[in-house]
């Protein structure tokens, strides 16, 4: 029988260990590896191909163990006339009265330049009169790496030969690193994130967003809500809390958008003070303390609808004989809720913390709706960051490895504050059996 029930309460879990996986466990499993990548819009996801373009050629000429001949070589382009060329020449529809007589003057010569092959063309009785078309016969007989895409390393290496270019090791390996177009594993997402100057500004930022918003609106003034509408006559208090609900209710966009309506240069509270002959001023936007005095209340008043809720019916299941028996020997309502109440919230104030503290890390919509990180970046946090660097980038390269690495960064924080949190609490006294049932 018990061996049935186990395999019945299974059963019903199974859908949420599926949804843990699915929503959880792999995608923090492919931020971990991403985080080690280099992978951007230039590299691809998928691979990559090999490629010498001008920005190559700048790099490698930076560096001592390339000669100022060999990067001439692979700047170079050269025209040959050989079986390939001709080859190719013919399936491009170039006359074949001209194309004969290439062969047959031309055949094994090579040449330096385009403006050389095109003087020995012109020498040929069937060459085009048009210089354009001149130059488009000549285009097959080209042999360059510049700005050709090679799918494979083999490939890549055998064009070099062609070209008479030949490498030793260290030349191979770097030219091969420099000219590679996909992504490759690495540590250097970590290593630019401790260099970069703005990390630890965001970093500052993020700590001052998240600590203010979770003390003072998820749990303080989630707590007070709780508490004041617990002492209120059951109608009133359901009413003051449905109130509550509305910004935890109502959808993002519109939330912002209702924020903005009121504190926008042209809105509700610069209208009213412009009667009194005040300039309208965008509390948004026009500085850095309104702006983040704007984010942590938007942000602020979601979380403290969610900690009111979980706090209330936490209240609503101490017994009330506690109450009435404190107020008996004449306990205040602030000797209450010191002494009764809050004790009896560890529990929920233990959850709201952890929970909202995670929310807070990873969550930035609504910020991205309000100031969009601004003023000049003063309000952009950690999570804003990393969904600029990995998914909306101005500049239009989106560094997904870099993004991934920033994401991981917000998931080992928010484990260890996780645990910090438990020890805090004293999660081990929390757990333990009453002594009236031992």
């Given at each position: 029988?018990?061996?049935?029930?186990?395999?019945?309460?299974?059963?019903?879990?199974?859908?949420?260990?599926?949804?843990?996986?699915?929503?959880?466990?792999?995608?923090?499993?492919?931020?971990?590896?991403?985080?080690?990548?280099?992978?951007?819009?230039?590299?691809?996801?998928?691979g990559?191909?090999?490629?010498?373009?001008p920005?190559?050629?700048?790099?490698?000429?930076?560096?001592?163990?390339?000669?100022?001949?060999l990067?001439?070589?692979?700047?170079?382009?050269?025209?040959?006339v050989?079986?390939?060329?001709?080859?190719?020449?013919?399936?491009?529809?170039?006359?074949?009265?001209?194309?004969?007589?290439?062969?047959?003057?031309?055949?094994?010569?090579?040449?330096?330049?385009?403006?050389?092959?095109?003087?020995?063309?012109?020498?040929?009785?069937?060459?085009?009169?048009?210089?354009r078309?001149?130059?488009?016969?000549?285009?097959?007989?080209?042999?360059?790496?510049?700005?050709?895409?090679?799918?494979?390393?083999?490939?890549?290496?055998?064009?070099?030969?062609?070209?008479?270019?030949?490498?030793?090791?260290?030349?191979?390996?770097t030219?091969?690193?420099?000219?590679?177009?996909?992504?490759?594993?690495?540590?250097?997402?970590?290593?630019?994130?401790?260099?970069?100057?703005?990390?630890?500004?965001?970093?500052?930022?993020?700590?001052?967003?998240?600590?203010?918003?979770?003390?003072?609106?998820?749990?303080?003034?989630?707590?007070?809500?709780?508490?004041?509408?617990?002492?209120?006559?059951?109608?009133?208090?359901?009413?003051?809390?449905?109130?509550?609900?509305?910004?935890?209710?109502?959808?993002?966009?519109?939330?912002?958008?209702?924020?903005?309506?009121?504190?926008?240069?042209?809105?509700?509270?610069?209208?009213?003070?412009?009667w009194?002959?005040?300039?309208?001023?965008?509390?948004?936007?026009?500085?850095?303390?309104?702006?983040?005095?704007?984010?942590?209340?938007?942000?602020?008043?979601?979380?403290?609808?969610?900690?009111?809720?979980?706090?209330?019916?936490?209240?609503?299941?101490?017994?009330?004989?506690?109450?009435?028996?404190?107020?008996?020997?004449?306990?205040?309502?602030?000797?209450?809720?010191?002494?009764?109440?809050?004790?009896?919230?560890?529990?929920?104030?233990?959850?709201?913390?952890?929970?909202?503290?995670?929310?807070?890390?990873?969550?930035?919509?609504?910020?991205?709706?309000?100031?969009?990180?601004?003023?000049?970046?003063?309000?952009?946090?950690?999570?804003?960051?990393?969904?600029?660097?990995?998914?909306?980038?101005?500049?239009?390269?989106?560094?997904?490895?870099?993004?991934?690495?920033?994401?991981?960064?917000?998931?080992?924080?928010?484990?260890?504050?996780?645990?910090?949190?438990?020890?805090?609490?004293?999660?081990?006294?929390?757990?333990?059996?009453?002594r009236?049932?031992?």
């Amino acid at each position: 029988m018990r061996q049935k029930t186990s395999l019945l309460g299974l059963g019903f879990m199974t859908p949420a260990l599926l949804m843990v996986l699915l929503f959880f466990l792999i995608p923090v499993v492919l931020t971990g590896v991403f985080a080690f990548t280099n992978m951007s819009t230039a590299t691809g996801i998928s691979g990559g191909d090999y490629m010498v373009t001008p920005q190559t050629i700048k790099h490698l000429s930076d560096n001592p163990i390339f000669g100022r001949a060999l990067i001439d070589k692979l700047g170079s382009q050269t025209y040959r006339v050989d079986e390939e060329s001709l080859k190719k020449a013919a399936g491009e529809g170039i006359k074949p009265a001209f194309l004969k007589e290439i062969s047959s003057e031309l055949r094994g010569k090579s040449f330096q330049s385009n403006r050389e092959f095109v003087r020995s063309l012109k020498k040929l009785r069937n060459r085009p009169r048009s210089t354009r078309d001149l130059k488009l016969a000549a285009t097959p007989f080209s042999r360059s790496i510049l700005n050709e895409r090679f799918a494979t390393e083999t490939a890549f290496i055998d064009a070099l030969g062609e070209l008479d270019i030949f490498l030793d090791d260290a030349q191979r390996k770097t030219l091969l690193a420099e000219a590679y177009t996909g992504w490759s594993w690495t540590t250097e997402n970590f290593k630019t994130m401790i260099s970069k100057p703005a990390t630890s500004f965001i970093a500052l930022n993020t700590v001052f967003y998240v600590a203010t918003t979770l003390v003072l609106f998820n749990i303080g003034f989630a707590l007070f809500l709780a508490v004041t509408t617990f002492y209120l006559p059951e109608g009133q208090a359901t009413f003051f809390r449905a109130v509550w609900l509305l910004p935890r209710i109502s959808p993002p966009v519109l939330y912002v958008l209702l924020w903005k309506w009121m504190l926008w240069d042209n809105g509700f509270l610069s209208t009213i003070t412009g009667w009194f002959g005040i300039a309208p001023f965008n509390y948004m936007l026009g500085s850095v303390t309104s702006a983040w005095t704007a984010v942590i209340l938007i942000n602020g008043f979601i979380g403290a609808s969610m900690g009111m809720l979980i706090f209330s019916s936490a209240l609503s299941s101490i017994p009330a004989s506690m109450l009435y028996a404190s107020e008996v020997d004449g306990a205040s309502r602030w000797q209450q809720i010191r002494h009764i109440i809050l004790p009896q919230l560890r529990w929920p104030i233990l959850f709201v913390t952890s929970y909202q503290t995670l929310s807070l890390l990873t969550s930035f919509q609504e910020i991205l709706l309000s100031t969009d990180g601004g003023p000049g970046g003063s309000t952009t946090v950690w999570s804003l960051e990393a969904y600029f660097t990995a998914l909306n980038n101005y500049a239009g390269n989106l560094q997904y490895g870099y993004g991934a690495s920033m994401a991981l960064v917000l998931v080992v924080v928010g484990i260890f504050l996780s645990l910090l949190y438990l020890r805090v609490f004293k999660f081990n006294e929390l757990v333990v059996k009453p002594r009236i049932e031992n």
